[in-house]
């Protein structure tokens, strides 16, 4: 074939595009794969590092203790005191205040039991308590000691009292210190008018110390200051 009619051949098979085609195909490819990376989610090429991520073991409130948190007295219901208490009553003679309310002092389930085995009549008495045997703990407050008063106590027969002048406080019988087998004994304190106004409130305890053991009393409302030995007090203005 002559290289006039390859020309020939060549230009025949040339198909002339117009410039605005051109531009208009360039513009709809650049649209189409504008689209396609725009639709596309990104995906990292590195790892999130694993202790970025969150922890998979992270702790949660255990179900078991919704109850308890909800009803936190619920536990502390065991741990109630008043049973510990004795209930005293004034037997003889009562007293109020100037408001009316009544003169009271408490005695401890210690002091009571020691109460009662010192006046149980079934014990071997000395030979002075054979004579005066103990029926009471009388206590009362004079001026003198360290902090201005003191308690004076001791213990006496029934025949000391005074039913115009004393008051006597006794522990109930059916209280949980009066168990079965327990000492016959009773669980009595005297004490006189004057006494009783300095020592409304407070409890009669029987304590047992290095020293020795003793009645004392505790948690007076009307002393500011306490020496130590317990036996003095001040009052309150």
């Given at each position: 074939m002559s290289k006039h009619s390859l020309f020939l051949l060549c230009r025949s098979r040339t198909v002339a595009i117009p410039p605005q085609t051109i531009i208009i195909n360039l513009h709809n490819r650049y649209i189409t794969t504008t689209t396609t990376f725009s639709q596309t989610p990104y995906t990292p090429t590195r790892a999130i590092p694993?202790?970025?991520?969150?922890?998979?073991?992270?702790?949660?409130?255990?179900?078991?203790?919704?109850?308890y948190l909800r009803?936190?007295?619920?536990?502390?219901?065991?741990?109630?005191?008043?049973?510990?208490?004795?209930?005293?009553?004034?037997?003889?003679?009562?007293?109020?205040?100037?408001?009316?309310?009544?003169?009271?002092?408490?005695?401890?389930?210690?002091?009571?039991?020691?109460?009662?085995?010192?006046?149980?009549?079934?014990?071997?008495?000395?030979?002075?308590?054979?004579?005066?045997?103990y029926h009471h703990l009388r206590i009362t407050v004079t001026s003198g000691g360290c902090h201005g008063f003191q308690y004076l106590m001791s213990l006496e027969p029934s025949s000391k009292i005074s039913e115009e002048e004393d008051t006597v406080f006794e522990v109930e019988e059916d209280t949980p210190d009066a168990v079965p087998g327990a000492p016959a004994g009773q669980a009595k304190v005297v004490m006189d008018s004057a006494s009783l106004e300095l020592l409304s409130g407070s409890t009669v305890d029987y304590t047992t110390e290095l020293i020795g053991s003793q009645f004392k009393i505790v948690d007076n409302p009307r002393a500011s200051s306490n020496c130590g030995c317990g036996t003095s007090f001040d009052i309150k203005e």
């Open positions: 694993t202790y970025l991520l969150p922890s998979q073991n992270q702790w949660r409130p255990q179900r078991a203790l919704t109850p009803h936190p007295r619920t536990a502390l219901a065991a741990f109630n005191t008043s049973a510990m208490v004795n209930a005293t009553v004034a037997t003889l003679n009562p007293q109020v205040d100037e408001d009316g309310q009544p003169l009271l002092v408490s005695i401890s389930p210690r002091a009571a039991k020691r109460l009662r085995e010192i006046t149980n009549p079934a014990a071997s008495p000395s030979a002075t308590q054979k004579e005066n045997p």
